[in-house]
């Protein structure tokens, strides 16, 4: 099964700060690999697919590099709606297989 | 609307079985293949089973694998997934999800999800 790390685990930040969550596979999955956010209480959503193309209505302040085994997310001006926990998800082949998750809390 | 709407949850004893469905609808649903994910609380995503837009392929995790049983009725534009031999461990919020033309794809549409709690 191919192991997905991300990190860190947890960040604080404030509104209009520039973040970065990093994903790594223990395999190359080429760019098979896409990102989710997920908010309290409610079903993960898919943001980027593809390692980096953005889901419909996904705004631009979102940006993705990597490929084969190094991947990041980057928020460039946090906004109060981007307060969530975020995943990354191999689709290379199965079983899928999800990091462990990224949240991203107010400062 | 595009959706998938989650039912069958409940509180189950350990070893106990119980089945989830999953009806979708404003999609072609035997045209996806689809997935289900769980969520025990407080913790990740765990992707548990798939299923080919056919029915004819189903994958599962090392964890579920020869005690759950994925399915689908492309006719009813219904998911299932029959759980056996439950364990406390299992406890979490099952969704489904909607993948792409193969089980390896990403998961461009979930459910509000149902929750599994096993316990005695």
């Known amino acids: 099964d191919i192991q997905m790390t991300q990190s860190p685990s947890s960040l604080s930040a404030s509104v209009g700060d520039r973040v970065t969550i990093t994903c790594r596979a223990s395999?190359?999955?080429?760019?098979?690999l896409n990102w989710y956010q997920q908010k309290p209480g409610k079903a993960p959503k898919l943001l980027i697919y593809a390692a980096s193309t953005l889901q419909s209505g996904v705004p631009s302040r979102f940006s993705v590099s990597g490929s084969g085994t190094d991947f990041a997310l980057t928020i460039t001006t946090l906004q109060p709606e981007d307060f969530a926990t975020y995943y990354c998800q191999q689709s290379y082949s199965t079983p899928l297989t999800f990091g462990q998750g990224t949240k991203v809390e107010i400062k | 609307e595009v959706q998938l709407l989650e039912s069958g949850g409940g509180l189950v004893q350990p070893g106990g079985s119980l089945r989830l469905s999953c009806e979708a609808s404003g999609f072609t649903f035997s045209s996806y293949a689809m997935s289900w994910v769980r969520q025990a609380p407080g913790k990740g995503l765990e992707w548990v089973s798939g299923i080919a837009s056919s029915g004819g392929t189903t994958y599962y995790s090392d964890s579920v694998k020869g005690r759950f049983t994925i399915s689908r009725d492309n006719s009813k534009n219904t998911l299932y997934l029959q759980m056996n031999s439950l364990r406390a461990e299992e406890t979490a919020v099952y969704y489904c999800?909607?993948?792409?033309?193969?089980?390896?794809?990403?998961?461009?549409?979930w459910g509000q999800g149902t929750l599994v709690t096993v316990s005695s």
């Open positions: 999800a909607k993948g792409g033309g193969i089980i390896a794809a990403e998961l461009n549409l």
């Open positions: 395999q190359s999955i080429s760019s098979y």
